[in-house]
């Protein structure tokens, strides 16, 4: 009886990878469509609020006390307007990444058209409400975008859709922390509705994910791995975003524990990445180094928790 050997075929990576996966992206695309809702910028903005500004209007210049928001608000609201102007640069990435044509590009395209209308709103509200130094926002644009954008280890497609599905539910997170922590409903209100536009958004990459653990687990964990562990906001390169950073996770927008329990464990659960059964070597080394950055970013999270109780009760006795 001759010996019986069983050859396991290779998993599809890059261009391979991107070609399996084009069923799912129309699939998809469509029922993305079909749930989206239509909806307009200007019917955000507090028009009625609005008046001149100085130069070549000859209007009022902008004075810091006539904002209504939170200091944590305006920084937050900052931040989030700053990285959505960097669209541009995003889209050049994931278009450069997934292509032009057929199903990946119509995606691609309407994911931009969707998100190009965050920055519309928040900037037509931010400059109607006076709620910033709308000078200071201006030069922030100029200095960002022109620094432009290159995402952190996006050497492969399946990196790039592991990065933003996680990216997304952060963004949607943010956005609709912002909103409760910035003292104006109208403010509220455009937030939240910006945040439906980023979790649809995240679904469709999610499911693109799991879709990719079928296809190619090893892979997918690997990227997965390599994605939590070097994860950084695309917004990371604005002028000043440590120390806002630090604002808004005292302030209770994003912090390591929201972004711990609200943004990773919740990807992991739904793609039952600690459940998985079909991983070889490789997908069990990346599912390892996962599980040891967790349990790291879970006591970090479990000290920043202690030391902003203990700052709101120096600030209590302080009152």
């Known amino acids: 009886m001759g010996v019986v050997v069983t050859v396991i075929a290779p ?32 019917e955000y903005v507090p028009w009625s609020r609005g008046r001149d500004f100085d130069g070549a209007m000859g209007g009022e210049a902008w004075r810091p006390e006539e904002s209504g928001l939170t200091e ?4 937050a609201l900052t931040l989030n307007l700053l990285t959505e102007d960097n669209l541009p640069s995003y889209h050049y990435e994931i278009a450069r990444m997934f292509g032009r044509d057929r199903a990946w590009g119509t995606w691609v395209h309407r994911w931009t ?11 037509d509200y931010l400059t109607v409400a006076r709620a910033v ?10 200095e960002h975008m022109e620094a432009g954008y290159q995402g952190d280890h996006m050497g492969s497609p399946l990196h790039v859709v592991s990065y933003v599905t996680f990216q997304e539910l952060a963004t949607r997170v943010s956005h609709r922390n ?17 945040a439906v536009d980023e979790n649809l958004h995240m679904v469709f990459y999610r499911n693109l994910l799991k879709a990719a653990f079928e296809l190619a687990p090893d892979t997918a964990m690997r990227s997965v791995a390599d994605m939590v562990l070097g994860f950084r906001m695309p917004g990371h390169g604005i002028s000043g975003f ?10 209770g927008v994003y912090n390591l524990r929201i972004h711990h329990d609200d943004v990773i464990q919740p990807v992991l659960r739904h ?11 490789v997908g069990e080394r990346a599912r390892d180094e996962l599980d040891a950055f967790l349990a790291d ?22 009152a």
């Open 11 to 42: 998993e599809p990576t890059g261009i391979d990878l991107l070609h399996e996966l084009e069923q799912v992206v129309a699939v998809e695309l469509d029922r993305h469509l079909s749930v989206a809702k239509e909806w307009f910028p200007h």
């Open 242 to 251: 440590e120390r806002a950073s630090l604002k808004i996770a005292i302030g």
């Open 133 to 142: 130094d709308p000078v200071a926002l201006e030069r922030s644009r100029m």
């Open 271 to 281: 793609l039952k990445v600690m459940e998985r059964t079909d991983l070889g070597p």
């Open 113 to 123: 058209a969707e998100e190009g209308r965050h920055g519309i709103a928040i900037r």
């Open 297 to 318: 970013l879970a006591a970090k999270a479990a000290q920043f928790d202690e030391r902003l109780e203990a700052r709101r009760a120096r600030q209590a006795a302080r």
């Open 72 to 75: 944590v608000g305006r920084i």
């Open 178 to 194: 912002s909103g409760k922590e910035c003292g104006d409903p109208v403010a509220e209100q455009l937030l939240a509705r910006v």
